[in-house]
């Protein structure tokens, strides 16, 4: 079993949707939670970091952890031909314990 | 705002050549990583370093080495490239925060090993 399970998409909306997307984890030790979004040819850029569990909101994402389910989400509220792109989640334990990746998801918003 | 480069974006390379990914980072960070990313199976940590001269292998160290002789600079070395290793290339670095390191991707090197 991996440690991180993420539902490789491709996920296509209409502009203007709810996006929901998801992970799911194994190992109850992690603590730090990261979403990544990466645009065709570029790098993973960060997008959106939470401790433990509850919800981070920035702008039109938002971030929910739920420890109890190991299960971890990013909401994207008002989707834009913008935010098509790859959206990976990463894990950490904390410390100098390594990021664990998702595969990643892809999303397209479509005008 | 944390810069990360790499010193070629596209490569192409023949079975049994030896091939240098340089990266630079202007950040200070004691971190840098290099991973390898391939479609279905995310991203995949080859080596990392902790500090100069210090190195340790992450999931797939095997047919890679590392050089960090300069606190800015992470070298991925493929001493005999083979065309499994044909592949997009990414280093990171971070800092050493309080609780966890976030870490800040560079573009990226896709790789082509005929």
């Known amino acids: 079993q991996k440690e991180v399970e993420q539902d490789p998409g491709p996920l296509s909306v209409p502009e203007g949707a709810i996006v929901s997307l998801n992970c799911t984890y194994s190992?109850?030790?992690?603590?730090?939670f990261m979403w990544y979004r990466q645009y065709s040819r570029k790098g993973p850029e960060l997008l959106m970091y939470t401790y433990s569990s509850g919800n981070k909101e920035d702008g039109r994402f938002t971030a929910q952890v739920d420890k109890s389910s190991k299960y971890i989400s990013l909401f994207i509220r008002d989707s834009q031909p913008s935010d098509s792109a790859t959206y990976l989640c990463?894990?950490?334990?904390?410390?100098?314990?390594?990021?664990?990746f998702g595969a990643g998801t892809r999303l397209a918003v479509h005008p | 705002d944390v810069k990360v480069t790499q010193s070629s974006r596209y490569l192409v390379k023949r079975t049994g050549e030896k091939v240098f990914l340089e990266c630079v980072q202007d950040?200070?960070?004691?971190?840098m990583f290099w991973y390898r990313q391939d479609p279905g199976l995310g991203l995949r940590l080859i080596y990392f370093?902790?500090?100069?001269?210090?190195?340790e292998k992450g999931d797939i160290p095997e047919g890679y080495s590392v050089s960090r002789e300069k606190k800015e600079r992470f070298s991925l070395i493929l001493e005999s490239a083979s065309t499994n290793q044909t592949s997009m290339y990414l280093c990171?670095?971070?800092?050493?925060?309080?609780?966890?390191?976030?870490?800040?991707f560079g573009p990226g090197t896709r790789l082509t090993v005929l």
């Open positions: 370093s902790y500090d100069v001269k210090m190195k």
């Open positions: 990171a670095s971070s800092f050493r925060d309080r609780d966890t390191d976030t870490q800040y």
């Open positions: 990463a894990l950490s334990s904390g410390g100098y314990n390594k990021l664990i």
């Open positions: 950040m200070d960070h004691e971190n």
């Open positions: 190992n109850s030790a992690f603590q730090y």
